[in-house]
């Protein structure tokens, strides 16, 4: 069974947040490529930045979600990412043109229960590795919540509700699957 479950969605939706709650219960988690990037780039010399080049951050987010994607198969439980390979591969074929997401994403698969988070206009901010407005977030939103099921992911909508309680939900989706802890 795939135990890899992707968190995705709008841009200051909350799924930072959710990720930390599930990692306090406990379970692996994979922090957002796009954060990692973006920080690292900040201390070198930014060349990769989303709002310098965002075809070289796309490129960059693929391969660190696809070297992230093969160090989740290790864990022994469930490992939950902050956007992943599917994200960053639909941003790069939207801004190129390249038909490289159906290929990535059949090669490298995680869980096909999708949890997106929706666009949540009360919660959101910027910062400085997140300074795109929230049309430019729901746009992007957009985007993601039609490629899903176009690769035959199950598409769950997380609930604006507290991050305990998302937490309580995504468990209780999976659980109802499989009796892995």
Same mark, same amino acid.
Request: hydrophobic letters at 40%; one cysteine or more.
């Given at each position: 069974?795939?135990?890899?479950?992707l +968190? $995705?969605?709008?841009?200051g939706?909350? /799924?930072?947040t959710?990720?930390?709650?599930?990692?306090?219960?406990?379970?692996?988690?994979?922090?957002e490529?796009?954060?990692? +990037?973006?920080?690292q780039e900040?201390?070198?010399d930014g060349?990769?930045?989303p709002?310098?080049?965002? @075809?070289?951050?796309?490129? #960059?987010?693929?391969e660190?979600a696809?070297?992230?994607h $093969?160090?989740? %198969?290790?864990?022994?439980?469930?490992?939950?990412?902050?956007?992943?390979?599917? !994200?960053?591969?639909?941003?790069?074929?939207?801004?190129?043109g390249?038909?490289?997401?159906? /290929?990535?994403?059949?090669?490298? #698969?995680?869980?096909? #229960? @999708?949890?997106?988070?929706?666009?949540w206009?009360?919660?959101?901010?910027?910062?400085?590795? #997140?300074?795109?407005?929230?049309?430019?977030?729901?746009?992007?939103?957009?985007?993601l919540?039609a @490629?899903?099921p176009?690769?035959?992911? !199950?598409?769950?909508?997380?609930? /604006?509700?507290?991050?305990? !309680? %998302?937490?309580d939900?995504?468990?209780?989706?999976? $659980?109802?699957e499989? %009796?892995l802890?």
């Amino acid at each position: 069974m795939n135990r890899s479950v992707l +968190i $995705s969605g709008c841009s200051g939706g909350g /799924k930072s947040t959710l990720l930390r709650e599930l990692a306090a219960r406990g379970y692996a988690i994979v922090e957002e490529p796009g954060r990692r +990037i973006v920080s690292q780039e900040l201390e070198g010399d930014g060349a990769a930045l989303p709002w310098v080049d965002m @075809v070289a951050f796309a490129r #960059r987010a693929i391969e660190m979600a696809t070297a992230d994607h $093969s160090a989740a %198969r290790e864990q022994p439980g469930w490992t939950f990412f902050d956007r992943g390979l599917i !994200d960053a591969t639909a941003a790069l074929q939207y801004l190129t043109g390249e038909p490289v997401l159906e /290929k990535l994403s059949a090669a490298h #698969r995680y869980h096909p #229960r @999708v949890f997106l988070t929706p666009p949540w206009p009360e919660i959101y901010t910027t910062d400085p590795e #997140r300074r795109h407005g929230f049309d430019e977030a729901v746009a992007e939103y957009d985007r993601l919540a039609a @490629v899903y099921p176009t690769l035959g992911d !199950d598409v769950v909508m997380l609930p /604006k509700i507290t991050v305990a !309680d %998302r937490a309580d939900f995504i468990l209780d989706c999976l $659980s109802r699957e499989t %009796r892995l802890p």
